[in-house]
């Protein structure tokens, strides 16, 4: 079945580097997508979602770009600091279900 | 305000048992989702409320599991002659509506010896 996944199970970044997170997705009708942040013990946290008429949406700190032609969505953190430490999920809708990747866990180097 | 609720945070059970496991959405909030994590792996989807109706329920493992929303807030899910591989987180979150920013609660930890 269609699914989202992420390319990369493990990244390491130096404090201070831009960190970069890539997932791919497979459903083509999907229209709206999330990134999640989930530290040791705690729920998914909500950082920035995209849809599907847009190709960039800019936070604080984060960048979300969606390129629906290779069906490729990242995530881009802004100097990383020890706080962002985590596991980073995306997630798509479908059929108005949210459904998450395995995820990429965000290692950083002092 | 408060964020999504969910009680209790761990739970304990022997095979065999009937569980429920509780979430309080954030107040307003139309569409409630349940998830069950397991380690290492990302939030696999459930059921979904629009309101008081189970919109989705395509996600539940089999007819062991149970989930309500009775009064369109509070919402219960229900778990049947426990088995061991139910042990998993079980997270719950709500939206404003669906296709919009979802909020989780802390998760429920159940552990079935």
């Known amino acids: 079945g269609e699914s989202v996944g992420l390319h990369l199970p493990t990244l390491s970044v130096q404090e201070g580097d831009n960190s970069i997170i890539n997932c791919a997705y497979s459903?083509?009708?999907?229209?709206?997508f999330i990134w999640y942040k989930q530290e040791s013990g705690k729920g998914p946290q909500f950082i920035i979602d995209?849809?599907?008429?847009?190709d960039k949406r800019q936070g604080q700190r984060v960048t979300v770009l969606l390129n629906k032609t290779v069906k490729h969505l990242s995530l881009q953190i802004a100097a990383t600091q020890p706080g962002d430490s985590a596991v980073y999920f995306c997630?798509?809708?479908?059929?108005?279900?949210?459904?998450f990747g395995k995820g990429t866990r965000l290692h950083i180097l002092p | 305000g408060a964020g999504v609720s969910q009680t209790p945070s761990n739970k304990v059970t022997e095979k065999g048992k009937y569980v429920e496991l509780r979430c309080d959405p954030i107040?307003?909030?139309?569409?409630l989702y349940w998830y069950r994590q397991s380690l290492g792996q990302g939030p696999e989807f459930l059921i979904y409320?629009?309101?008081?109706?189970?919109?989705?329920d395509s996600g539940l493992p089999n007819d062991r599991f149970f989930a309500v929303r009775p009064e369109g807030s509070v919402s219960t899910l229900k778990i049947q002659r426990t088995e061991r591989g139910d042990s998993a987180v079980y997270l719950c979150?709500?939206?404003?509506?669906?296709?919009?920013?979802?909020?989780f609660g802390q998760g429920t930890r159940l552990t079935v010896v």
């Open positions: 459903n083509s009708a999907s229209d709206y």
């Open positions: 995209i849809r599907s008429n847009m």
């Open positions: 409320f629009q309101g008081t109706g189970a919109a989705d």
């Open positions: 979150a709500s939206s404003l509506m669906i296709n919009t920013e979802a909020f």
């Open positions: 107040s307003g909030h139309t569409a």
């Open positions: 997630a798509e809708t479908q059929d108005d279900k949210i459904i």
